[in-house]
């Protein structure tokens, strides 16, 4: 019952697009993201230090608006042309939100001794915004960006690598009234295609930090605000998905009509993923990713959402 990996995880779609290419857009979105916000930057470079140069990517997380062809498939076909497999859809009706997951093609694959988007490749996180359920004001707003660059929809991944707008700056009035809406609006209408965040694959660290708990509270010490939406540590039901998040970094936007203001930008993910049951007495060095819950949590995610959330950003530490 050891046997999880090999051919028969691969999942059948084929690459139309060479993994060179795939990895280094996948390093300029990183490059963008790490570029705009401090404390990703410094987490990586904190945990690197102590734990291995060779950290793993748990997956990458987008945001879009679900109207005319900006939503989820906008940014998937990308993915999908790389031989990515679509998996489970979530959603979150209160937020007024759904969300697909992806599953890299090669189980195992990664550049040798390669890290990051080096390493073995991450899963993909994709939600989008259920705009025909907005306020008529905020479809609106929604609207008057999406609709003055039709085809900009077409460029989701050039706009993700290059960290442009794939349609104009707004006003400060529009952001805050999409903001008063749906914190998730007013981000992705002015942060589009830049990735949310990247997750940090915690069992696959190689220091005592391989432990949520401990990494959490290392990274607490350290002076690092932790996402406590629900509590620090979010778990699934199925106990076998931990997971916990940094308060996303404020970035200074000059909008449109010339204000400028600080807005919520990216974060960083942590997520421990524990052996299935069913693979208990699999030898530990024996254990693959394969053995391990896969998947996502609508219960967690609904929590990690709001990491970009003024109520989070505003809280004060401890
Ligand atoms: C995504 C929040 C959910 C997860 O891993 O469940 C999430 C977001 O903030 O856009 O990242
Ligand atoms: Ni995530």
């Not at 102590?50 to 939503?71: K, N, P, S």
């Not at 050039?158 to 007013?186: H, N, V």
Request: charged fraction near 20%.
């Amino acid at each position: 019952v050891a046997a999880c990996g090999g051919v028969s995880m691969n999942h059948g779609s084929s690459s139309q697009v060479a993994e060179p290419f795939f990895r280094s857009v996948l390093g300029q979105m990183e490059t963008v993201y790490l570029n705009r916000n401090p404390t990703p930057r410094s987490v990586l470079e904190l945990v690197r230090s102590v734990d291995d140069d060779q950290l793993c990517y748990d997956h990458l997380a987008f945001r879009t608006f679900g109207i005319g062809g900006y939503g989820i498939d906008s940014l998937a076909s990308f993915f999908l042309d790389y031989g990515y497999t679509q998996m489970d859809e979530l959603r979150f009706p209160a937020k007024k939100l759904r969300a697909l997951w992806f599953a890299p093609p090669h189980a195992s694959a990664a550049v040798p001794g390669g890290s990051g988007v080096d390493g073995p490749l991450p899963r993909v996180f994709i939600s989008e915004l259920l705009v025909d359920q907005m306020s008529t004001q905020t479809q609106d707003v929604i609207r008057r960006y999406t609709e003055t660059s039709p085809n900009g929809r077409k460029y989701a991944a050039l706009s993700s690598a290059l960290g442009s707008l794939p349609w104009g700056k707004p006003l400060s009035s529009e952001f805050e009234q999409l903001a008063r809406e749906s914190e998730y609006a007013a981000w992705t209408l002015a942060n589009g295609y830049a990735l949310n965040h990247v997750t940090i694959s915690v069992h696959r660290l190689k220091s005592h930090l391989n432990k949520i708990k401990k990494l959490n509270q290392f990274l607490e010490e350290k002076g690092f605000k932790l996402n406590s939406e629900g509590g620090v540590l979010k778990v699934s039901p199925d106990g076998g998905l931990l997971q916990s998040s940094t308060v996303a970094d404020s970035l200074s936007f000059k909008f449109s009509d010339g204000v400028t203001k600080y807005i919520p930008c990216s974060y960083i993910e942590f997520a421990e993923r524990l052996v299935l049951p069913q693979f208990q007495n699999v030898p530990e060095s024996d254990i693959k990713e394969c053995h391990r819950r896969d998947g996502f949590e609508v219960g967690n995610a609904d929590k990690i959402f709001e990491s970009t959330n003024q109520e989070q950003l505003s809280r004060r530490t401890g």
